[in-house]
């Protein structure tokens, strides 16, 4: 893969991983109100800290779930050439029976 490929595919990654974290953030900010209209406001610091770590944890679990489907899709597109590259290198080393 050429160096500007490499880029391409580096910032096309990076743009579409910034698009799903905005998406759940999008998600997670209606999850938010639809508690407050549902349960109400919170009435009270407990309730505050739960609503902030249920929200934060959305993100977290969200993000890494995105993360990893992702890197399974990447590694799956990438792997027959890479490996293709990797056997004609071999071939043409004679390493290759």
């Given at each position: 893969?050429?160096?500007?490929?490499?880029?391409?595919?580096?910032?096309?990654?990076?743009?579409?991983?910034?698009?799903?974290?905005?998406?759940?953030?999008?998600?997670?900010?209606?999850?938010?109100?639809?508690?407050?209209?549902?349960?109400?406001?919170?009435?009270?610091?407990?309730?505050?800290?739960?609503?902030?770590?249920?929200?934060?944890?959305?993100?977290?679990?969200?993000?890494?779930?995105?993360t990893?489907?992702?890197?399974?899709?990447?590694?799956?597109?990438?792997?027959?050439?890479?490996?293709?590259?990797?056997g004609?290198?071999?071939?043409?080393?004679?390493?290759?029976?």
């Amino acid at each position: 893969m050429l160096l500007i490929e490499k880029i391409v595919v580096a910032l096309l990654m990076m743009f579409l991983c910034t698009l799903i974290h905005a998406m759940f953030m999008v998600a997670g900010t209606h999850a938010l109100q639809w508690r407050l209209t549902r349960f109400g406001p919170a009435r009270g610091p407990f309730d505050r800290v739960v609503l902030v770590w249920l929200m934060t944890l959305w993100m977290f679990i969200m993000s890494v779930t995105c993360t990893i489907i992702l890197s399974i899709i990447a590694h799956g597109i990438t792997a027959n050439p890479w490996a293709r590259a990797y056997g004609e290198r071999r071939r043409l080393a004679g390493q290759h029976e």
